[in-house]
């Protein structure tokens, strides 16, 4: 059975932008659920549709892969679905280690969506004594003064941190010192890691924090629309939300809006720098559905 240690994704040799990398996940589980459906063939509109991108991007990065559909006809379905695979690594097996099993640890070894995806998780790690021997999703926790031995004994290169924040950079050394070359990371601080390894950072707390300045943005707009014939016209301070008053001062320009759209197109050069290297970026992640 091949493993992470032995065989490397095709996109970097063959020059496939970050930004598409990222975006091809979204590809696959859409033509998943077509496949599921038993649907033969999909336009570029629909599936870019159910992608949440625009036709035009979706068209471009398929021309990376080599892929083009066939005019009043579309894209075959299971071929994209395995071209896409094969891209994304995903026809080999991975073995994953997940060090850290508190709530979330728990809860992403329980998650049943890895097995599916070409994920194995390999084993799980903790620091707490009473941890160890006890099953988590039927698979043994181990102790971390084993951790090397076990990066080792099965072939891992990828890694995922879900312990507390003060722990997450020695853990990171460690992994990466084993061999880890790829790390998931759940912690909420920022991770030093050597040229060659790359991080990509879940921060929970991060995403709400962006829907929370969506949700403010949205109440100025709904207090600053224009009243009805009679009603009395709100003043700026008692209609924005608290720590908004900066935003209303008249005069000031509004900022525009961000686009979660606009969010995913992001330079593929940043995109990039912010997967890359010492310290890595905050790059918000989402576990796919």
């Known amino acids: 059975m091949a493993t992470g240690r032995t065989h490397r994704p095709a996109t970097r040799s ?5 930004a598409t990398v990222a975006r091809l996940p979204l590809y696959l589980r859409a033509l998943t659920a077509l496949s ?24 471009k990065d398929f021309s990376y892969l080599g892929s083009y559909g066939t005019r009043g006809v579309g894209y075959d379905v299971e071929y ?3 071209q896409i695979s094969r891209e994304l690594g995903l026809t080999q097996d991975w ?7 508190g709530n979330l640890g728990a809860a992403l070894a329980n998650y049943g969506g890895f097995a599916s ?44 941190i879900a312990t507390p924040a003060g722990a997450a950079q020695q853990v990171c050394d460690r ?11 759940f912690a909420p601080t920022v991770l030093s890691v050597p040229e060659g390894v790359d991080v990509r950072k879940v921060d929970l707390s991060i995403e709400l924090q962006i829907l929370a300045f969506h949700e403010q943005r949205k109440a100025g707009e709904d207090a600053g629309a224009v009243p009805a014939a009679g009603q009395a016209v709100p003043s700026p301070a008692a209609s924005a939300p608290a720590g908004a008053a900066a935003a209303a001062v008249p005069g ?11 969010a995913a197109a992001a330079d593929d050069d940043a995109v990039a720098a912010a997967r890359k290297g010492r310290p890595e970026g905050d790059v918000p992640a989402v576990m796919p559905a």
Request: aromatic content about 2%; cysteine-free; proline content about 8%.
């Open 36 to 59: 599921e459906r038993s649907v033969p063939t999909v336009s570029s509109e629909e599936l870019a549709a159910a992608a949440g991108v625009n036709s035009a991007k979706l068209r």
């Open 117 to 160: 995806r070409g994920f194995r998780v390999a084993a799980l790690i903790d620091a707490d004594p009473a941890m160890a021997g006890k099953p988590v999703a039927g698979i043994p926790v181990q102790h971390t003064d084993d951790l090397e031995r076990i990066i080792k004994d099965n072939g891992v290169s990828i890694g995922v």
């Open 252 to 262: 000031a320009p509004a900022a525009a809006p961000l686009s979660a759209a606009a």
């Open 175 to 185: 992994l990466v010192a084993a061999g880890v070359t790829s790390i998931l990371n």
């Open 80 to 82: 994209l679905v395995y």
């Open 95 to 101: 073995p994953v280690v997940i060090v850290g099993i």
């Open 14 to 18: 063959r020059g496939i932008p970050e």
